[in-house]
């Protein structure tokens, strides 16, 4: 099968890719097998500076990386740039702090000795999405492979050339060969790969559909998976709220990447007595923003990474309104271009509200009051995150036992950092990736138990 990989600016092919026959498959998983048994034994301060080397990799090739994110998926350059350079942040942070995560951690118990110590488990398969092609994979590998485990990457066939450039990656920084690995193959062969004796855990990045397909198939061969599905988070502005300032972080919760990020903005939850306010300066930010090429420096928001993606989107602005939101701005469509769009007056019981929007398309709500507000917020099947607008904080964190999301930001939007947790509820998935957290998910926690 021939995978190829299509700029949505200009529809032009920017690569072609054949996917590997079962035979070569099998032959790539025997080898991270093997790769582990050596891999594992390599020291963790070795493995350390490693991570680090891959860091500086790709800081040297920002542009390189860069280039081929926006031309692949369409994202803004600026854009791209921040997204390797977050990468090299993810990691440097494990460079620095998996000593610290690994360590014995000592429990005092009737035992003369007894603590838990931290072994590697083998092959993760991680199961990429398009929307950030680099940082999806990077913050599953640094921790990953500093750990001590392999790597296996079964990216989305529209970045494969992302994928081939992430391999190098690790190859220029100095890993040993097939201790991480990219598959070109179709989604038909996941089941395959799970159920080789290579694959130990499953991390999977996407759409809540793709999550449920591959739990069920490692549930089958008793193997863990973490799941980082949709999200449709909240973004709540109380009526103290500085409006000027929340609608700059509005438009960058709601507008980066095109929209299409799990944790973005998509809800719009405003008390009443701003509701007016918030809006109207909303869509004054938002017509002041510049959609084109995404190559242009100058570029806010660019295409839809694929022209079905747009349709989706179109679909739902157009039901939505049929439901009885108000078209406040855009609604138009033209292959992956959809024009960033404002629907007011959203309730539940609209696809606006109820459904994830993957794309430039930012829904009003109206709330009575602070109360309702956090009621609006739980009416979700998903629970990524959720963000509050207003000057009174102390207040704002009383309320953070009301939401049942995996984050809660205070006049920030939602966002991931290699320090912090990250993970959701519900239909948003399960599992922590980064900090500690995100390296216990793929280690033995071993514990061990001495009398003398």
């Not at 991270?32 to 090739?61: M, N, P, T, Y």
């Not at 992302?162 to 991480?180: D, W």
């Not at 299409?260 to 004054?284: G, H, P």
């Not at 995100?438 to 001495?450: A, C, L, Q, S």
């Amino acid at each position: 099968m021939e995978f190829k990989s299509v700029n949505p600016y200009n529809g032009e092919e920017v690569g072609s890719y054949s996917s590997l026959t079962q035979k070569e498959l099998i032959e790539k998983l025997d080898r991270s097998q093997i790769a582990f048994e050596s891999w594992r034994k390599v020291s963790l301060a070795e493995r350390c500076k490693l991570i680090k080397k891959a860091g500086q990799v790709l800081r040297d090739h920002i542009e390189t990386y860069a280039n081929i994110i926006t031309i692949e998926m369409g994202k803004p350059i600026s854009e791209s740039r921040s997204e390797v350079s977050k990468c090299a942040w993810v990691c440097d942070y494990y460079a620095e702090n998996a000593k610290a995560f690994l360590e014995d951690e000592i429990i005092s118990t009737d035992a003369d000795e007894s603590f838990v110590r931290h072994d590697p488990i083998g092959g993760v398969l991680a199961i990429m999405p398009w929307n950030f092609p680099f940082w999806q994979v990077f913050r599953y590998a640094a921790p990953t492979l500093t750990a001590g485990n392999t790597g296996i990457l079964k990216h989305a066939p529209n970045v494969f050339g992302c994928a081939q450039l992430i391999e190098e990656v690790f190859s220029k920084a100095g890993y040993p060969n097939y201790v991480f690995q990219n598959l070109i193959v179709h989604h038909d062969q996941t089941e395959l790969i799970i159920s080789n004796k290579a694959i130990k855990a499953i991390t999977l990045t996407g759409s809540e559909r793709a999550g449920s397909a591959v739990a069920e198939i490692a549930g089958r061969y008793i193997k863990k998976t973490v799941l980082e599905l949709g999200g449709n988070n909240a973004f709540i502005v109380w009526e103290d709220a500085d409006i000027d300032k929340s609608v700059e972080l509005a438009l960058s919760a709601r507008m980066l990447n095109c929209g299409q990020s799990c944790i973005a903005a998509k809800r719009f939850i405003l008390v009443e007595n701003i509701y007016d306010e918030f809006v109207q300066k909303f869509t004054q930010a938002l017509k002041n923003m510049r959609y084109g090429d995404p190559l242009d420096e100058i570029t806010n928001i660019g295409p839809l990474a694929r022209p079905d993606l747009a349709d989706q989107l179109n679909k739902q602005v157009k039901e939505s309104v049929e439901q009885g939101a108000k078209l406040l701005l855009g609604g138009i469509q033209k292959g992956c271009f959809h024009e960033p769009t404002i629907l007011g007056d959203v309730v539940p019981g609209m696809l606006a509200f109820d459904q994830e929007t993957f794309g430039p398309l930012a829904a009003m709500v109206k709330a009575k009051d602070i109360d309702h507000a956090f009621v609006l917020s739980e009416n979700s099947n998903y629970g990524l995150g959720v963000t509050v607008c207003t000057k009174n904080s102390e207040k704002a964190l009383a309320y953070a036992h009301k939401v049942s999301d995996g984050a809660y930001f205070i006049n920030e939007l939602v966002k991931s950092d290699p320090r912090l947790p990250f993970g959701g509820t519900k239909n948003s998935g399960y599992g922590r990736e980064l900090a500690k957290d995100g390296m216990m998910e793929f280690v033995n926690r071993k514990t061990i138990y001495v009398k003398r």
